[in-house]
Every structure is written in structure tokens, then in C-alpha cells.
């Protein structure tokens, strides 16, 4: 909703600053989006006379003026523009201005050899409007010297709040100037419009034909007004309109938009002589169709409420008129419509045909009942004043339902739901400069509820208008009651388990996505789903038929999107839900990433300083334990079995799980998925279940230190054994572990060997084990001690045997 101030003023007597009433319009619930102060901007602007302009010696373009501007010393500018001569009256800016149409600021310079102190402007370069071919050109008699923007009437700044649905009564200036006016600041102005007596009655009627249907129109007024002259409408409405961002027509369409927004009372204007006969509100028609004021054809049908005549239809209710009924300059006899539709027809029509006017923003929000005829009246007065012409009288079809709300408001409801204490007589005040009217003795009132505030309800409401209008301001900080039990924590451990997978995914060079929870039945097959409990009932396409058992379908596709269109090496995730059945605890949290191409951890694509080498199953082995780590599952546990699901290559993947307990997999995806899914490789996958994650155990009540830096320094010894091709080497490093706890601090692998000199049957593995002592240096005898205990573990539990 966009106004002027001076427009504002004609309806709050204030004397309030400007930058006071944006604030408060703020404070009171009408937020101000934006403020557009010309006369701030064009400040240094100022209308000069060239009194002398000269070729310029060096250059054939351009001229040497000497510019007045009102002090009595000539400035010497150098100006390109090809009407600059002596005697033009312009717009100069000195030195040190800012030039928006050029996004420069201007300073002294020399140009071909020729000092210029300034700038002669077109009017793109001061932003106000589109010509650029010379520079602004003003009367002869302009004031030189004065601020343009004053000269121009350009220094009326322009409002731009946000509203609310319920606010229709801020739809219009008036509405606004009550509210700052409740709020102290200025006096509302609001002249009752007074009857216009008609000199004749009005020869065109209304028929409200609805049949045996709801009825979309509770009333419609209509008055004739006969030879009246139409042309261009006052200046001082034109510019009004036009700051607010609208182009003035003709004064009788100008009038109705003017009172659109003036008293948020849509109208609209017929050419009488286009009109046949009477006019009937009905619903449209199949078949039926209307050129609308637009220029574009719409389709009717028995959902749309129009007006028409004996000609057919004429007009969108409560949305646009049509083109064949328009007034133009040659219109002498105009009809007046004012009437009230119904808000949810307009606003379906509105979204329907896809029209955004003025007067559906206001229709769909509901206007005041209580206004149909007076704005009526209004307008008729406008038309009279501007145009000329005489009045008919007014016809009405139905009753505008103007209904009596009262509310019962204890006083106490503002110290209950609000925690202020506000006395008797600034309540009453607040209430009273809203249109609110309040009787009752006591703490105990009745309030009656204004026409045009169908949004007030309740006493919930009534607190609501008085803490806005005195200022949230004096609502009182009131601390959260603590208790004495110690606060719990705000977030479950799977909404923690979700963030710290994100973060996780999003550290190691992984974008997010969010991909359909729906995929097509053959994929979800692939996927370990496509049971008959997870088909769609209703799919909203034939390949999103199924709820999807895993996150990767949808990452490859998206990945393999990207591919498509010249990004090959992308890295996605996801964290996100699966289906694995109809039950609650079928459904998992899963956390899901792909990577392609050369989008690995160490960083996405190629590069000079190493060779390009393309993802592998042990990019996607890293993301998927960085996530359980960061999730909080214990890294020392975490163990790997060769082989995964059919979707994965079966020599190119694992699954990841504590004991016996699956917490997911990684790898390559397998060239049949890979076809299936319509994608091309290399890609490789994760995919991990945040609930199966274990939850943490207590932790002790005596805290370890945050970094625990032994004294004494470690000792590493390599060993190198040779097991049976299907031992893992996690079951080696457990062993290993297993020999002394407390001293073996660590244990890697570090080469695993088959080939030359070891049985076919057999490998060679080695690790590095680092030894932490606590309480003193080590001996070597200590270290060869602890040493055979770890050969004697891993030959126990693997049968492995120290590689000579």
C-alpha cells in the first residue's frame, strides 16, 4: 500500500516529522517496507540558467557553458548535450553529488584540456525519468537557484507499508490516518460525504439474478451522471497517482482509482451510451468470454460473478472492468458502480483467471458495508467537481449487511493476555480514535465493533488494538519461569543426530539437497521397497508411484542433472526419510550422499598441483564414517564387511555395522543400478540409518580432562603378519588392541601384500602400534614383552603368524 505524505495529511492534521510517522506506522502494525524521499536525494539539484556556451576547443561534441546558479558567479562546465546553449534553463549539480542514473559521484575534472566544475543532467542521470538524448530543459521563468525537486514537486515523499490480510480498512489513506491518530499522532480528519441529490431518477437498473445459487453480490448501488466532460484529470491527482506508481487515464477512471485508494472503496465507470438496457449481476456462463480493460480475453463459467447487460457480459465483479464499456475522452453520460461482493469468489476468480488489480486486493480483504453508498456519494461529488454534469438519483439492489457486533471486554483481559496495566480513560481514548464505541460501568465494558473492522472478534482483539497503538513497548519483561528441576534438553537426540550429519556432510565438500519423497516402482525394487503397503494410492506422475526406500535414487538423478547440463563432478547429500514399510517403525532417517566423476573430498575437479583421479568406493567409505562420527557413534567400534546391497558393485563396497547391527553402506554403484537409473559412472554412494545409531552411555560423573598430554614419549613398532586371504583386517587390529589396553594406544594399517613370496591362499598385513607409557620410560625388555604379546593375540585370534 503505497501513499504521499501530503496525501496522508489531507487526513491527519500532524506536524509530526517525517522519519517520527514512518517509525510509528511501524510500531502500530504497519510495517513500512520502503521510503522514497526525492526531495532528500535530488537535494543538491538546483535549477541553473547557461549564460554563455561556447564551442569547445578541443573536442567537436562538446561546448564550454557558463552556468548561473542564483549567486551571482558563473560556474564553467563542460557539457556533451546536444541542446546545451545559451539562455536554457536546466538542472546543474556541483561537485561532490551523487548521480544515480550514472551510479557516480561527481568531482571537479578536466575534460579535452578544459576544467568543469560540475554537471548539466538529462533526466535518466537524475533518475526521474527515461530521456537521455539532452539534458532537462525547464521554462524560461523557473526560479533559478531553487532545489528542482521543490520547483518539480518532486519533495512529497512516497510510503510504501506491508499489510496484513485482516487490515482492509488500511487498504486506504483514511484507514491510515485513523490508526495515527489513535496513536497521538494528529488530529484524524474525516468529513462526512454529504447526499447528493439526484435531478432525475436513474434510467438504468440492477438485477441481482443468482436463481436458486449463492448469492456473490449482497448489494450494488448505481447513479447516472449526464454530461459530464471527461479529460485529463487534476494535476495534483496525477501526481499523487503516479508516485504511488499508477498512470493516470482520464479523470473519471483517475476519480475511481483515486477513491480505491483514498477511502479503499474500489468503483468502476460505464459509458452509459455502451450500456444496453439494464444491468444484471449474475454468474458467468459457459462459452461466455470478456475482453477485459487489460486487453486480454478471459473465459467465463458459472464460478465467475460478472456484470452484464443486454449485450452480454461487461464486467469481472470486484475485479476489472471490460474494454467495450470503457470511458474514454468522448464519454458524455457515465454510470457509477458501487457495490459489495463476495471476498472468497473474488479472490478465487482472482487467482483463477491470474488477475491482480487494486480492487481485487481490497474485495478479497472485504471492504466496508457501511461505505458502499457514501463513497458513492463521494465519487458522484469528484465527478461533479471535475467533470461536470448532473446527477441522477441512486438505485439500490439488495442490502448491504451491516451487522451490530458487540463484544463483552473485561478490563482485566489487558493484564491477563498482554501483562500491561493501562487506566480506564486511555483505553476508552485508543478504542474511541479507532471507531470503536465502548459503554459500561466498572471494570466491565461494551464495546461495539466499527463497520470496517470485520477482523476484530473477540476481546483477544480488543487487547490486541489497545497494546498496539500504546506500544509493545510497555509490555513488561517477564522472565520464563525456571523451576527447580534443571532444564531438559530443547532438541531429541535424532534432531542432533540430523544436524551434526549435515554439518558432517556439508565440512567434507558435499552440497544438500531435497530430492522427492516418491520414486517409480522399478527403482524402488532396486532399492529393497515396491511392496504393494508403499504404492501410491493417487501418484502425482507414473514415475512417482511408490514411497521411496532410499535417498539414492533421487541423489543420482539430481547428480546425474547436473552432469547433463556441464556440471560433471558434483557431490550431493541428503538427510532425509525412508520407507521400508507402512508402520511407524518402518520409516528410518537416513543420510545419503553420491559423489561423481572427480568430485572427491580433497577437492571437486581437476587441478595442476596432483593427478585427476576419479571417486572410488573409499570416498564414499570416508563420508559415510565422518557422518556416524559426527552423529556420535563410536568410532572404535565401527566395523566393515566386505559386499553390500544388490544396487552396489559387490568387489567395490562394504556395509558399516557394530557387532551384528547394520548401520549401512558405501560404494561403487553397480552398472546394472547405474542403467536402471539412467545415470553414467563413476558414482559412488552411502547411505547410513541415524537411528541405529547407539545411544551414548552415561557419562561418568567425575569429567576427564578436556586435553590429556601423557609426559613421557610413545613408542612405535611396525609388524607385518601373514594370515588367510579371508581374515579381515579389522579382526587383526582388534587382536592387536586386545594384547595390553592400557599401553597400546593406537593401531593402523599401513600395507596389505599379495603377490611374490606369500602363499596364494595367504596375505601379508602390517600395522603400526604405538605404545603411550604413563607412569615412566619403557625398557626394552617392556617393549619386546608387550611386543610377543601382540604376536601371541594375533596369532590366537586370526592364526596369523609374524612375517620373517
Not at 548539466?120 to 537557484?145: N, R, T, W
Not at 453480490?217 to 479529460?231: D, M, T
Not at 458459472?302 to 472492468?321: H, K, R, T, W
Not at 552440497?511 to 502425482?540: C, D, H, M, Y
Request: glycine share 10%; with cysteine; aromatic share 6%.
Amino acid at each position: 500500500m503505497k501513499f504521499t505524505l501530503s496525501w496522508l495529511k489531507e487526513h491527519l492534521d500532524t506536524d509530526e516529522p517525517l522519519d517520527k510517522i514512518v517509525d510509528k506506522l511501524t510500531m502500530i502494525g504497519l510495517e513500512v517496507e520502503s521510503l522514497e524521499d526525492k526531495a532528500k536525494a535530488l537535494a543538491p539539484f538546483v535549477i541553473a540558467r547557461v549564460v554563455d556556451a561556447k564551442q569547445h576547443p578541443n573536442a567537436d561534441r562538446l561546448r564550454v557553458c557558463m552556468v548561473d546558479t542564483g549567486d551571482g558567479n558563473p560556474i564553467q562546465v563542460v557539457c556533451g548535450a546536444p541542446n546545451a546553449r545559451t539562455g536554457l534553463v536546466g538542472v546543474f549539480s556541483p561537485p561532490g553529488t551523487f548521480i544515480p542514473g550514472k551510479n557516480i559521484t561527481l568531482s571537479i575534472g578536466t575534460i579535452r584540456g578544459v576544467e568543469s566544475r560540475g554537471m548539466l543532467c538529462s533526466g535518466d542521470e537524475i533518475g526521474i525519468s527515461d530521456d537521455h538524448d539532452g539534458i532537462i530543459e525547464l521554462a524560461a521563468d523557473a526560479p533559478v537557484g531553487t532545489p528542482y525537486a521543490t520547483w518539480a514537486g518532486l519533495d512529497d515523499p512516497v510510503i510504501d507499508i506491508n499489510l496484513t490480510p485482516n487490515r482492509a480498512d488500511c487498504t486506504g489513506v483514511n484507514g491510515i490516518a485513523r490508526d495515527l491518530a489513535a496513536a497521538d499522532m494528529g488530529k484524524f480528519i474525516n468529513p462526512v460525504p454529504k447526499p447528493i441529490r439526484g435531478e432525475f431518477p436513474c434510467p438504468v437498473s440492477v438485477k441481482l439474478d443468482f436463481g436458486d445459487t449463492p448469492s456473490l453480490c449482497p448489494a450494488f448501488a448505481l447513479r447516472l451522471v449526464r454530461g459530464v466532460k471527461n479529460g485529463p484529470s487534476p494535476e495534483w491527482m496525477q501526481r499523487r497517482l503516479i508516485a504511488i506508481g499508477l498512470r493516470p487515464i482520464n479523470a473519471l477512471v483517475d476519480i475511481t482509482n483515486y477513491m480505491t485508494y483514498d477511502r479503499a472503496r474500489p468503483l468502476h465507470v460505464f459509458d452509459a451510451a455502451k450500456v444496453k438496457g439494464n444491468l444484471t449481476v449474475r454468474r458467468g456462463r459457459s462459452g461466455e468470454s470478456l475482453v477485459a480493460l487489460d486487453g486480454k480475453t478471459y473465459g467465463l463459467d458459472e464460478s465467475i460473478c460478472v456484470i452484464a447487460d443486454e449485450n452480454g457480459v461487461e464486467s469481472l465483479a470486484g475485479i476489472m472492468g471490460g474494454e467495450a464499456s470503457g470511458c474514454s475522452a468522448e464519454t458524455t453520460d457515465v454510470l457509477i458502480e458501487s457495490a459489495l461482493w463476495e471476498p472468497v469468489n473474488v479472490a478465487q476468480t482472482g487467482r483463477r483467471l491470474s488477475i491482480n488489480s487494486d480492487a481485487r486486493y481490497r474485495f478479497e480483504r472485504g471492504v466496508d458495508p457501511a461505505f458502499m453508498v457514501p463513497g458513492l456519494e463521494l465519487a458522484t461529488k469528484m465527478v461533479l467537481d471535475i467533470c461536470g454534469g448532473t446527477a441522477s438519483e441512486i438505485t439500490v439492489a439488495g442490502e448491504a449487511p451491516i451487522k451490530d457486533h458487540m463484544i463483552e471486554f473485561p478490563l482485566d483481559e489487558l493484564a491477563r493476555l498482554a501483562g500491561v496495566q493501562v487506566r480506564e480513560s486511555e483505553v476508552k481514548r485508543v478504542l474511541g480514535h479507532l471507531g470503536f464505541f465502548t459503554a459500561g460501568a466498572g471494570r466491565d465494558w461494551k464495546v461495539a465493533v466499527p463497520s470496517w473492522r470485520a477482523d476484530v472478534e473477540g476481546k483477544a482483539d480488543l487487547v490486541e488494538e489497545v497494546v498496539r497503538i500504546i506500544g509493545v513497548d510497555r509490555v513488561p519483561a517477564t522472565p520464563f519461569p525456571r523451576g527447580e528441576a534443571a532444564l531438559r534438553a530443547v532438541l531429541t537426540p535424532l534432531q542432533n543426530r540430523t544436524r551434526k550429519a549435515k554439518r558432517a556432510a556439508a565440512a567434507r565438500g558435499m552440497v544438500e539437497a531435497v530430492t522427492w519423497s516418491f520414486i517409480s516402482k522399478p527403482k524402488a525394487e532396486l532399492f529393497g521397497g515396491g511392496q504393494r503397503e508403499l504404492s501410491l494410492a493417487n501418484p502425482i506422475a507414473v514415475d512417482l508411484s511408490d514411497m521411496r526406500p532410499s535417498l539414492v535414487p533421487g541423489l543420482v538423478a539430481a547428480a546425474q542433472k547436473n552432469a547433463d547440463r556441464g556440471f560433471a563432478d558434483v557431490a550431493l547429500f541428503e538427510v532425509g526419510q525412508v520407507f521400508r514399510g507402512d508402520r511407524p517403525e518402518d520409516q528410518f532417517t537416513a543420510a545419503t550422499g553420491v559423489r561423481r566423476e572427480l568430485a572427491k573430498a580433497s577437492g571437486i575437479g581437476r587441478h595442476w598441483s596432483n593427478a585427476s583421479q576419479p571417486v572410488d568406493a573409499f570416498d564414499a567409505k570416508g563420508d559415510a564414517f565422518a557422518i556416524l562420527i559426527a552423529a556420535g557413534a563410536p568410532p572404535q567400534a565401527l566395523q566393515v564387511v566386505p559386499g553390500g546391497p544388490a544396487w552396489l558393485h559387490p568387489g567395490r563396497s562394504g556395509t558399516i555395522q557394530i557387532g551384528p547391527h547394520v548401520l549401512g553402506h558405501f560404494g561403487e554403484l553397480h552398472p546394472k543400478a547405474l542403467e536402471l537409473l539412467g545415470a553414467e559412472g563413476p558414482l559412488v554412494a552411502f547411505e547410513v540409518i541415524l537411528e541405529r545409531i547407539p545411544d551414548p552411555k552415561p557419562k561418568a560423573t567425575r569429567a576427564k580432562p578436556a586435553l590429556d598430554l601423557a609426559a613421557f614419549h610413545p613408542v612405535d613398532r611396525d609388524f607385518a603378519f601373514v594370515v588367510g586371504r579371508s581374515i579381515k583386517a579389522a579382526d587383526l587390529v582388534r587382536a592387536a588392541q586386545s594384547a595390553d589396553r592400557k599401553l597400546i594406544n593406537n593401531v593402523t594399517v599401513f600395507d596389505v601384500y599379495e603377490g611374490k613370496g606369500i602363499d596364494p591362499d595367504k596375505k601379508s598385513i602390517a600395522i603400526a602400534v604405538t605404545l603411550q607409557p604413563r607412569d615412566k620410560t619403557m625398557t626394552d625388555d617392556e617393549i619386546e614383552a608387550v611386543a610377543q604379546k601382540i604376536v601371541a593375540e594375533v596369532t590366537k585370534k586370526t592364526g596369523g603368524v609374524l612375517r620373517a
